[in-house]
T-cell receptor, first 112, second 115 residues
Framework: ELKVEQNPLFLSMQEGKNYTIYCNYS?????LYWYRQDPGKSLESLFV?????AVKQEGRLMASLDTKARLSTLHITAAVHDLSATYFC????????????FGKGTLLTVNP | ETGVTQTPRHLVMGMTNKKSLKCEQH?????MYWYKQSAKKPLELMFV???????ENNSVPSRFSPECPNSSHLFLHLHTLQPEDSALYLC??????????????FGEGSRLTVL
């Protein structure tokens, strides 16, 4: 059974600082997604990573995928308050290509 | 309307009630999903429909009954629920090609409270 672990689960950071959220998964997959969820809102797709070594950047967020290490990172550069949200990674299960298995999410709070 | 829309947004029901959640996608996708989001738990996949056929039932209790009349509409029929079924129920859609799903697009969710 595919397991997806994110860490940290809670992250409080100062504006202007950098930090990285990690997403590890337990079985082979070459398709990983990052989502953002604001309180009381739905999930918004941030990045789709489809191959080993894939790197995507949007504003202050950059995501990468290492399929050999079964690891994805979401790097935050010079955080601003608007980035406060919960971030989820999700991996397509090898046995079922319809099923996304989600991590527990990282609650990010950016303080002024 | 664009994207994925869910109704109702909030629902309070007793354990003996019967109610339904509705989801509609306007993206031309061929797969639809129900996910359950509870506090302090990862999102749990409940059901998957691809071209109106159910392809996944993730050991969901029979008090939850999905219905997919066409590739744009998905329902979740609820009956004799338990208080622990209180959660945010998220609908999503995606385009499946070559047997593999693309990214999922989520609706705003239906917040269910079971008294």
């Amino acid at each position: 059974e595919l397991k997806v672990e994110q860490n940290p689960l809670f992250l409080s950071m100062q504006e202007g600082k950098n930090y990285t959220i990690y997403c590890n998964y337990s079985t082979t997959s070459d398709r990983l997604y990052w989502y953002r969820q604001d309180p009381g809102k739905s999930l918004e797709s941030l990045f789709v990573l489809l191959s080993n070594g894939a790197v995507k950047q949007e504003g202050r967020l950059m995501a990468s995928l290492d399929t050999k290490a079964r690891l994805s990172t979401l790097h935050i550069t010079a955080a601003v308050h608007d980035l406060s949200a919960t971030y989820f990674c999700a991996v397509v299960s090898g046995g079922s290509n319809y099923k996304l298995t989600f991590g527990k999410g990282t609650l990010l709070t950016v303080n002024p | 309307e664009t994207g994925v829309t869910q109704t109702p947004r909030h629902l309070v029901m007793g354990m003996t009630n019967k109610k339904s959640l509705k989801c509609e996608q306007h993206l031309g996708h061929n797969a639809m999903y129900w996910y359950k989001q509870s506090a302090k738990k990862p999102l749990e996949l409940m059901f998957v429909y691809n071209f109106k056929e159910q392809t996944e039932n993730n050991s969901v209790p029979s008090r939850f009954s999905p219905e997919c009349p066409n590739s744009s509409h998905l329902f979740l029929h609820l009956h004799t629920l338990q208080p622990e079924d209180s959660a945010l129920y998220l609908c999503a859609s995606s385009q499946v090609s070559g047997g593999v799903t693309g990214e999922l697009f989520f609706g705003e969710g239906s917040r269910l409270t079971v008294l």
